[in-house]
């Protein structure tokens, strides 16, 4: 099996886009291809020139339960020739056991066996050391034989270390599989993630995948060193995963969160986007994870040092022009355009919420022209019409219409559906989304056997598969009324629900899927135990 430390099966190669998707990092991908030409106004987009009955008449069924047996497939082995993504498992199993969440089945559709043997396989890559604790990416650098001696916390060499990346993806993993996470060394996660982040005269704020020399690392206390700082990926989507961390924890005491902030300020271009690192183009992926890390982050205060423990939680823009009375302040730099993104997705933080009264970290012209530069990224829909005599079909009318680019002049690819709705959600603008395009361009990826693919006529992968559901979550097509998990706030219908019953129609009731937390990209049910179970207890 997948989940066992033996390498992948070795069967005739399917995706070539996962593993371009993931041997760069388990994390984000990037894509390529010819250019393209849209303007974007920045108002609501009416989404369509057709009518209802027309659009819906092209759209398949969302096929959920060959997409579920997709990524059981992948949880039992990959293609020969995915097999150096084998020391990218836990990232690899995140997107296949999130996946069978974001379609409802765990736990009620999985039986207790699996999630119990999901759950001790990933405690067996939980390692500790003088650095911290937290997981590592596979087992291929344990030494151990026998998994009682891998569940002792004590690495086999100095090269064994927990990795920041795939510690964030277990622990909502572990969140999924409702684990109760009684085994986690909250002490040890919180001195992992300060000892991640380069500080000190040489640092900029970001942080490693793995520990940093004691010289150049923000943690204090006794802890080893575990080599060079030189050539590690210490950049946003790091920066990201440490930030979720101390969120879930509730405890920002080793890193200094105003050091980071000016990394990911220092990220920011021209367009209004973000890169990777400094000095890096603008792309959908790190857009995201910059917005997300700046929406987590505690708000500085006048009397506060600039690391250390925060009270707050964060709050992101409610829907509708005017904010219900009671409600919880939009986060500094929205405005009343914020459109209607009822607090659906955000429901998991909202019982803890407090006032935001501190200093801004995006102007309100800041946040106009990323909302434009993620806009951007849409590719422009197909009208619909007869503009070529007729003869076409109507899929191959939408396919490569309606999803979104990575980076300026390339085209749409599913996962950066997610990583750009989610920013634009963070945001309060995914009413400006051409959300019937989207859902057409996703509809398009799936693979007819399972599992839902880069672009449309590609081979599906579980990155793949995963982000275009987590993109469906947040703009489920036709959700006419406020889901019973959101938080309270009226959520205004979007525009292609009008006259829509998916009661009593089959197909179209296939596209419900449960609200996302765009923060931590998780599903709101699973983002709540997480933050309830992983919170720092008192000594």
């Known amino acids: 099996m997948y989940l066992d430390r033996k390498n992948c099966c070795s069967t005739p190669s399917r995706s070539q886009a996962f593993k371009k998707s993931l041997a760069y990092s388990p994390f984000m991908s990037y894509s390529s291809s010819t250019p393209y030409h849209r303007s974007h106004d920045l108002k609501p987009n009416p989404s369509i020139e057709t009518d209802t009955e027309t659009w819906i008449s092209t759209l398949p069924r969302l096929a959920r339960v060959a997409h579920a047996g997709h990524v059981k497939r992948c949880l039992t082995g990959l293609p020969d020739s995915q097999v150096d993504l084998d020391s990218s498992r836990l990232a690899i199993i995140f997107y296949c056991i999130g996946t069978l969440d974001l379609l409802g089945l765990v736990p009620d559709k999985v039986s207790e066996a699996d999630m119990e043997m999901w759950r001790e396989w990933i405690w067996e890559q939980y390692v500790s050391g003088p650095y911290g604790a937290g997981f590592r990416p596979s087992p291929f650098m344990n030494t151990n034989s026998s998994a009682n001696e891998a569940s002792a916390l004590q690495p086999s060499s100095p090269y064994d270390t927990p990795h920041l990346i795939t510690t964030y993806t277990a622990i909502l993993t572990l969140a999924i599989l409702r684990d109760d996470f009684k085994r986690l060394d909250r002490q040890g996660l919180r001195r992992l993630v300060g000892s991640c982040q380069r500080v000190g005269e040489r640092g900029d704020g970001s942080f490693s995948t793995i520990p940093l020399s004691s010289s150049t690392s923000a943690s204090s206390g006794p802890r080893g060193d575990v080599g060079t700082d030189e050539g590690r990926d210490t950049d946003l989507r790091t920066l990201y995963c440490a930030f979720v961390l101390c969120h879930l924890l509730d405890d920002w005491s080793t890193i200094d969160v105003e050091k980071a902030m000016e990394f990911v300020g220092g990220c920011r271009t021209y367009e209004g986007g973000y890169g990777i690192s400094i000095n890096c183009e603008a792309q959908g992926g790190s857009t995201y994870t910059a917005l997300a890390s700046i929406y987590l982050a505690p708000q500085p205060q006048p009397s506060s040092t600039p690391s250390g423990r ?230």
Request: aromatic share 6%; with cysteine; net charge neutral.
């Open 310 to 539: 925060s009270g707050t939680t964060p709050s992101l823009p409610l829907s509708g022009p005017s904010t219900q009375a009671g409600s919880t302040p939009m986060q500094p730099g929205s405005s009343s355009e914020s459109g209607p993104d009822a607090a659906a997705g955000m429901s998991g933080s909202t019982s803890t919420m407090k006032t935001q009264t501190q200093t801004p970290r995006l102007t309100p012209q800041e946040i106009s022209q990323t909302t434009s530069y993620l806009l951007r990224l849409q590719q422009a829909h197909s009208s619909g019409g007869d503009d070529d005599g007729g003869d076409q079909d109507k899929k191959s009318k939408r396919s490569g219409h309606g999803g979104f680019a990575g980076r300026t002049n390339k085209d749409a690819d599913a996962c950066y559906c997610f990583w750009c709705g989610a920013g634009l959600k963070i945001l309060g603008k995914s009413h400006l989304v051409d959300s019937r395009a989207l859902v057409s361009f996703l509809a398009d990826c799936q693979f007819r056997f399972g599992g839902i693919g880069k672009a449309p006529g590609e081979n599906p992968d579980p990155y793949h598969t995963y982000l275009a559901l987590a993109a469906l979550s947040m703009y489920t097509p036709f959700r006419s009324r406020p889901h019973p998990s959101t938080s309270g706030v009226p959520a205004e219908p979007l525009a292609i629900n009008a006259g829509v019953d998916t009661v009593n129609d089959p197909n179209l009731s296939t596209w419900t899927l449960d609200p996302l937390d765009p923060l931590i990209n998780a599903r709101e049910e699973t983002a709540r135990w997480a933050r309830e179970k992983v919170r720092m207890r008192p000594e």
